[in-house]
């Protein structure tokens, strides 16, 4: 799919939104042919569906749409458990399955990770809300036609940043260039505010969404990966990856100290207190700030690793999980209602858009720029003006996320230098290739 119909699909998503919020959303909370089944979870045994995922973001409010569900299907249990927030849910995954506890629904990230659990994915494309996934949502869990998950949402990773720090520095515009980016820094500085936090403990904020600019930079980022797979490209001496430390070296001179044991949880604290100006994060964190500090202004701009302007201006946004229900589980079919439920009930869908401030990855769920918040809405304007990179870390080897996260962080404390690192980067990815 081209970016130019990326971008068409997605604002035509965007109108029907505002159709839908003006007429008060869709009132039709049947979910009677959600699994073929009307009377499914209503009446006879009661069946549990175990759900694990990823976002811990969302787990409070996932608890209290459960209870919802729970009323409407008496007959349907929902067991959820949540793995994420700096701990590794693939490998948490793996050990479900080999224990034999394996989930009913779980997530995946689409690409390479669905080709790895394709043996257990159920195939959904006859599920209703498949025709209402937009198109760039769609892609990941697509293979030979199916449809085999449900995107949770978009998200846009960048770097967030305090707007009235940014004001009371002189910094009138978003920077589009490092040396932009640099001299901004030098402006928080002279007013004794730490320019970064940068929670480089995370492996996942590092080794997946920060390094995917890198990749996303390449001239053709599917040929260069394919390359990396095939041997016959390398990421020794590439320019973008040079760039990007360059990148990670200048967040770390102006950042907090201590960035190697700063987690996601802290740096978000400091930003929500005004200790630090500019973070690398994503518009899922806007509930998070919200928690601390409510009303504060906030924004996000892209990471840009160079001075080309133009190219920098794009900002990073993926899929970042879909819901997928494993084939051999014996309630697939209550499942299946609960994923429909979620996406079609006036209950699910207000807290996709409102509680979670998701940007709905399914054109029938109304979201207006204060449902999503601030962040979620700058977001939309760069999906709109179709400035984005696909997130492309779904694409990459099975582990290979944690490996680069580790020769990053020998990177930020000096162990080894930027050739050493490119050279330990091609390393993790030779070692998990397929």
Not at 126 to 131: A, E, G, L, N, T
Not at 142 to 161: H, P, Q, R, S
């Amino acid at each position: 799919m081209t970016k130019k119909r990326l971008g068409m699909f997605l604002s035509v998503m965007l109108v029907m939104s505002m159709l839908l919020a003006a007429c008060g959303g869709n009132k039709n909370t049947d979910t009677s042919n959600s699994a073929g089944n009307g009377s499914a979870g209503k009446t006879g045994e009661v069946k549990t569906v175990k759900i694990f995922q990823f976002k811990t973001e969302i787990v409070e409010s996932l608890n209290e749409l459960k209870v919802e569900f729970e009323k409407e299907y008496p007959n349907i249990k929902l067991d959820i458990q949540t793995i994420g927030g700096g701990a590794d849910y693939g490998a948490a995954l793996k050990t479900k399955f080999a224990s034999g506890d394996a989930p009913d629904i779980f997530s995946n990230g689409g690409y390479a990770e669905m080709d790895t659990w394709m043996d257990k994915l159920e195939d959904l494309s006859d599920q209703p809300w498949v025709k209402d996934l937009i198109p760039l949502a769609a892609e990941p869990m697509t293979k030979d036609g199916k449809v085999y998950g449900m995107a949770m949402n978009l998200e846009g990773i960048g770097y967030v940043y305090n707007k009235d720090l940014f004001e009371k520095a002189g910094i009138t515009e978003t920077p589009k260039t490092i040396s932009e980016l640099e001299e901004a820094a030098k402006k928080l500085q002279a007013i004794n505010v730490i320019p970064f936090g940068n929670a480089y403990q995370e492996w996942w904020l590092i080794g997946n969404q920060g390094i995917s600019v890198a990749f996303s930079q390449q001239d053709d980022v599917d040929a260069f990966i394919k390359g990396l797979n095939e041997g016959t490209t390398t990421i020794v001496g590439n320019e973008r990856f040079k760039e990007w430390s360059n990148l990670l070296n200048l967040t770390v001179k102006y950042g907090q100290k201590n960035p190697l044991t700063t987690d996601a949880n802290t740096h978000l604290a400091m930003f929500a207190n005004g200790e630090i100006a500019m973070m690398q994060e994503g518009n899922w964190s806007q509930t998070l700030i919200d928690n601390i500090n409510p009303d504060m202004n906030i924004g996000m701009f892209p990471m840009p690793i160079s001075d080309d302007a133009e190219k920098n201006d794009k900002l990073t946004v993926g899929i970042p999980a879909n819901l997928v229900v494993n084939k051999d589980s014996g309630s697939k079919e209550e499942a299946k209602i609960f994923l429909n439920w979620l996406v079609t009930s006036d209950m699910g869908k207000e807290y996709i858009a409102k509680k979670w401030k998701f940007i709905p990855a399914l054109s029938t769920i109304p979201a207006t720029p204060e449902d999503i918040g601030m962040l979620g809405a700058d977001v939309w304007e760069y999906v709109k003006a179709d400035k984005v990179y696909g997130l492309q870390s779904s694409k990459f080897p099975d582990g290979v996320t944690q490996e680069f996260a580790s020769v990053i962080q020998q990177l930020i404390a000096n162990k080894v230098d930027v050739n050493g690192w490119m050279q330990g980067m091609q390393n993790a990815w030779d070692k998990l290739k397929k």
